[in-house]
């Protein structure tokens, strides 16, 4: 892991000097491989996959892991977009002259080298090293045990094309172990490597934070929810709460609890029922919605924490949109949250005071992606606030320092 570690550090001095058109080659070169190499590709996948199902891994997570043809040429296919992105590294802003005569301004540089910790998803394994390598930094990935075929040779992959453009393949380097002390020795290599985000469930990120001793980015589980108002289009409510469930449960955006102004309940449930009932969505419900609807669970505590990332959902009636929005920021993760209203100014309220790093009015909280937001990938979705915060795109992945032009001024 030491070694690891101290050879993308070396590696990161080699990115960051790269111009931005030395770094879309690279990206056009894995594009390429991918594209290229998706027959292999798949054969490993597959290996992944019959061992997940042998496992009785849930539908959710097999879901995330598997990789048809289609889904390998969409990956291809969204680095053209991370290539179309203006390259953030040696941005000048903010400068000043000042009484001395110095100009001071700020340049925006790569972060370093980044330790990426994730599980099931290998599309995340191209994007995270796309993204790195645009912005200018080395990484280290280590994706879960599930994954270890696909991303393996995707790395493989990635590597291939760095040697292929006379770049130091430790650019991008890939953790391949299971053995969670070796994890935790990564992260006590604070010498070298600068940032940690890990993306995955609860038990992750509190793993990583409690044993990092290197600053942590937390992309944290999507308790998302859902507050249909009292004033509301009933035109667009149905699409956008069904769209939020179930175009594709397994993944953080999507919502898992429903919130019903206490007015329209009795009027709206028994069809949001019926529209839920055609895609096998499981319900559970608060003491007042079981009064309104048959055949659906109670909703216990734990339900309003879940993260189903599965066809189930809980709903809840509320009294107003201040009880709406108490209930998001005491369950919660600060996620993604939205509201339907045709109330403007109910609207702008629940903008301002529900604490989540996207908040909507109107649409589904599927949409916070950072390739819907036009980042392009994203590295993910940080619910902390520093220094990132919500979908992750190359901007994030550097940080600020200042710069001083002078002419021989010197302090008094």
């Known amino acids: ?28 070169t894995i594009k390429s491989e991918l594209s290229f190499r998706k027959d292999s590709i798949l054969k490993e996948n597959l290996k992944d996959v019959a061992a997940a199902k042998q496992k009785n891994l849930n ?29 953030p590294a040696g941005e000048i802003s903010s400068v000043k002259i000042r009484p001395s005569g110095i100009k001071v301004g700020k340049m925006r540089v790569p972060i370093g080298v980044i330790l990426i910790i994730y599980e099931s ?33 995707l790395t493989e992959i990635i590597k291939s094309a760095l040697s292929n453009n006379k770049l130091n393949p430790d650019i991008v380097s890939f953790a391949d172990t299971a053995d969670r002390s070796k994890i935790n020795e990564l992260l006590k290599l604070n010498q070298y490597i600068d940032l940690v985000i890990p993306r995955g469930g609860e038990g992750l990120i509190r793993a990583v934070v409690e044993n990092s001793t290197i600053p942590v980015i937390k992309h944290y589980k999507g308790v998302c929810h859902t507050y249909i108002d009292n004033e509301f289009d009933s035109n667009i409510y149905l699409d956008i709460i069904y769209n939020a469930k179930v175009q594709r449960p397994g993944v953080c955006n999507a919502m898992e609890t429903l919130l019903i102004h206490k007015d329209i309940a009795e009027a709206t449930l028994p069809v949001i029922k019926k529209t839920y009932d055609g895609a096998n969505v499981q319900l ?9 609807l048959n055949g659906i669970s109670p909703a216990t505590e734990d339900d309003w924490y879940a993260e189903y990332l599965d066809l189930k959902l809980a709903i809840k009636i509320v009294d107003n949109i201040d009880a709406a929005i108490f209930h998001i920021n005491k369950y919660g993760s600060r996620h993604s949250d939205a509201i339907i209203t045709s109330n403007y100014n109910n609207a702008h309220k629940f903008l301002r005071e529900v604490d989540s790093a996207a908040v909507f009015v109107n649409a589904s909280t599927r949409f916070s992606d950072g390739g819907e937001f036009g980042l392009g990938a994203e590295i993910g979705i940080s619910t902390d606030k520093l220094h990132a915060r919500g979908p992750m795109g190359i901007k994030e992945l550097t940080s600020e320092k200042f710069i001083v032009y002078g002419s021989g001024q010197i302090r008094k």
């Not at 050879?7 to 001095?13: D, G, I, L, R």
């Not at 998803?121 to 696909?150: H, Q």
């Open 121 to 153: 998803r290998p599309n995340v394994t191209i994007d995270s090293a796309v993204l790195c390598i645009k912005a200018g930094n080395a990484v280290i990935l280590k994706g879960g045990s599930e994954s270890i075929n696909t991303n393996r040779i």
């Open 284 to 292: 559970f419900g608060c003491e007042n919605t079981l009064k309104i």
């Open 59 to 87: 539908s959710a997570l097999i879901d995330r892991l598997t990789l048809t043809e289609e889904r390998i040429l969409k990956i291809a296919d969204s680095i053209d977009e991370i290539i179309a992105l203006e390259d």
């Open 1 to 28: 892991m030491k070694n690891i570690a101290a050879n993308a550090k070396s590696a990161f001095y080699e990115i960051s000097r790269l111009n931005a058109n030395d770094k879309n080659n690279i990206l056009k």
